[in-house]
């Protein structure tokens, strides 16, 4: 079993910066992706980025790409999210997620950080 603990999120104005991370724990943790998702009031979850785990190549989707990067430390089995230009469409709960093998979903989820991003 895997735990996902997430922390980081918090308000900031428009412009600003937060940086997000994810603290996965379990007795034999391994990954194949580790993820970002959000979700805004009223929307459905989206996914915001992702990292391989063993060769740390993330992907973004557009809406934050040159804005937000990702990043993960191997050895302390954390994920992080640094949150540049963020725009009030940026705010929603963030969720660390993990896919565990290449032909797994994302099967595990942390509970979520709240972003709200003020104009």
């Known amino acids: 079993q895997v735990q996902l603990v997430e922390s980081g999120g918090g308000l900031v104005q428009a412009g600003g910066s937060l940086r997000l991370s994810c603290a996965a724990s379990g007795r034999t943790f391994s990954a194949y992706v580790m993820g970002w998702f959000r979700q805004a009031p009223g929307k459905e979850r989206e996914f915001v980025s992702a990292i391989r785990w063993d060769v740390g190549t993330g992907s973004y989707a557009d809406s934050v790409k040159g804005r937000f990067t990702i990043s993960r430390d191997k050895a302390k089995n954390t994920m992080s999210l640094q949150m540049n230009s963020l725009k009030p469409e940026d705010t929603a709960v963030y969720y660390c997620?993990?896919?565990?093998?290449?032909?797994?979903?994302?099967?595990?989820w942390g509970q979520g950080t709240r972003v709200t991003v003020s104009s």
């Open positions: 997620a993990v896919r565990p093998a290449i032909n797994a979903n994302y099967n595990y």
